[in-house]
Structure formats: structure tokens, C-alpha cells
């Protein structure tokens, strides 16, 4: 590993960058090591593992999802039943998703209570408001993928909410649903949306919320 590491180094002085990011000590009250009620400073580090995770499980179980009324159900009992672990993969995911938009409320409630969200820190809070719409995002748009009645009527429902929203209400279920009804272009633009349009934006979102971080530190105890 060293000797990987020095042949990189000598050709593209990787050495300051690394410095950059890995000489940055952990302040005590932020460290669970040194106070145990620190561990409440690892919960938005804990939310980005499990979305690894949910990256990571979601992309083996698109090996085998198909997105159409004919086939979703199908290909997803053919996961549960016939895949080599599909069944773990697939409980995972399912779990992990539960697990991940929990872990990002407890994060949330920790900067709030810390008062982390204030003065330099608001725009960061303002960027974990948009983390934490996707992460909601991922998990209706996900739910309605096994297209079973538990799913169509969950979406059903979930859309009729959104038409409730003033003004942009109708537009907005209509675009989510592709038409009047929910159907195949509904289970399309909600695949679409789960590993295409979400991904992306979030992305974007934790690079500036981890940008920020880094730029700002993190916030001193109350
Ligand atoms: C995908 C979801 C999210 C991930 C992966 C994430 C990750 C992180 C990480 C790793 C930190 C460093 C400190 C810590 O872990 O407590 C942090 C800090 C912070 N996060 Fe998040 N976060 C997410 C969502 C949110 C949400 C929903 C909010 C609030 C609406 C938020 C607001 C903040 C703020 C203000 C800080 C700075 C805290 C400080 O300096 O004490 N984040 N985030």
C-alpha cells in the first residue's frame, strides 16, 4: 500500500492534498472517544454511511429491477426468490432506507439543539433542508417500485397530497403521476426520479454541506 502510495505521490504530489484533508483533528467535544455523549456529533457522519450503503444496494438491485406494470412485481419476487442474496440485498435496502431518513432527523434535531444552525452555519442549514427533502424524496419515490397494492395506493394517496398544495397543487400531481391516473409513466418517472434526478441533486447538496463543514468546522459546544 505504502509503495502504491509513494508511486502516486511521486507523480502527482498527492501529499498536500492528503495533509489537507486528514490533518484536521476532531475537537474534543465532538469526539465520542473522549466524551461519550460526543456520539451525537457522529449522527449526520452515521446518515452518510447508510446512504453509501443505500448507493450501494440499490445499484445490485438494479441488475434486476424492470420498470413496467408488467414486470416490476415480477422481477421483484424474482430478487426476493431466485437471486443469489437478493433477498439480504433487497432487506437492506429496505431497512436502510427506513434507517438513513431517522439517522438524518436525529442529526437534524442534534443541530438544532446545539443551536449549529446559526450565524455562519445557516446557509449548511439551508442545504441539510434540501438534504432532507431528497432523502424524504427517495424514500416515496422508492416505495412505489414493487408496484404492489401496498405501493400503488401509498403513491395514490401521497399524490392526491401533493395536488392539495395551493396554486401549483394539480401541476405538480400531474407531472408526477404522467397523466390523470397512476400507472406506467408514473412507475417510469418515479424510477427515473429514485436513481437518475435524486442521486444527482443530492450529490450536489452534500458536496456543499461537506464543503461548508469543512470551511466553517465544526460548531464549539453550547
Ligand atoms: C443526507 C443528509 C445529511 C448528511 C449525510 C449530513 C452530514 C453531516 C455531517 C457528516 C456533518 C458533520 C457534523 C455531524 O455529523 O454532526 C454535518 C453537519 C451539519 N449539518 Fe448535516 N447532514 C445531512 C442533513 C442535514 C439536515 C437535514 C440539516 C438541517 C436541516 C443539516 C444541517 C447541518 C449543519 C447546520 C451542520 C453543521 C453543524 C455543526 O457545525 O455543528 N444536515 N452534516
Same mark, same amino acid.
Given at each position: 500500500?505504502?509503495?502504491i502510495?509513494a508511486?502516486?505521490? #511521486?507523480?502527482l504530489?498527492l501529499e498536500? /492534498? %492528503? $495533509? &489537507?484533508?486528514?490533518?484536521h483533528?476532531?475537537?474534543?467535544h465532538?469526539n465520542p472517544?473522549?466524551?461519550p ?7 449526520g457522519g452515521?446518515a452518510f454511511?447508510l446512504?453509501?450503503?443505500q448507493?450501494?444496494t ?7 429491477y424492470?420498470?413496467s406494470?408488467d414486470?416490476?412485481y415480477?422481477?421483484?419476487t424474482?430478487?426476493? #426468490?431466485?437471486v443469489?442474496f437478493?433477498? /439480504? %440485498? $433487497? &432487506?437492506?435496502h429496505r431497512?436502510?432506507a427506513?434507517?438513513a431518513?431517522v439517522?438524518?432527523f436525529l ?6 439543539f446545539?443551536?449549529?444552525?446559526k450565524?455562519p452555519?445557516e ?10 427533502v431528497?432523502v ?6 422508492g416505495?412505489?417500485l414493487?408496484w404492489?397494492?401496498?405501493a400503488?395506493?401509498?403513491t395514490t394517496?401521497g399524490i392526491?397530497l401533493?395536488?392539495t ?9 400531474n407531472?408526477?403521476?404522467?397523466g390523470?391516473?397512476v400507472?406506467?409513466l408514473?412507475?417510469v ?6 436513481v437518475m434526478?435524486?442521486p444527482?441533486?443530492l450529490?450536489?447538496f ?5 464543503f461548508?463543514?469543512r470551511r466553517q468546522?465544526i460548531?464549539q459546544?453550547l
Open positions: 500500500m505504502g509503495r502510495y508511486f502516486l505521490d #511521486d507523480r504530489n498536500p /492534498l %492528503v $495533509r &489537507a484533508i486528514a490533518d483533528p476532531v475537537p474534543d465532538a472517544l473522549k466524551t455523549k460526543a456520539l451525537m456529533y457522529c449522527f452515521i454511511m446512504i453509501l450503503l448507493i450501494v440499490g445499484m445490485f438491485l438494479m441488475l434486476y424492470v420498470p406494470p414486470h416490476a415480477a422481477s421483484v424474482y430478487i426476493q #426468490d431466485e443469489m437478493g433477498s /439480504l %440485498v $433487497r &432487506a437492506v431497512v436502510g427506513s434507517a431518513i439517522m438524518v442529526h437534524m434535531m442534534r443541530v438544532y446545539t443551536g449549529a444552525y450565524k452555519r446557509l449548511n442549514w439551508i442545504a441539510g433542508i434540501f438534504l432532507l431528497i424524504i424524496g427517495f424514500g416515496f419515490s416505495y412505489l414493487p404492489d397494492q401496498k400503488y395506493w401509498a394517496v392526491n401533493v395536488a398544495v395551493p396554486l401549483v397543487g394539480d401541476f405538480l400531481a407531472v408526477l403521476r404522467g390523470s391516473e400507472g406506467a408514473t412507475l418517472r418515479f424510477f427515473v426520479i429514485h434526478f435524486l444527482a441533486l450529490l450536489v452534500l458536496a456543499a454541506h461537506f461548508m463543514i468546522g460548531s459546544p
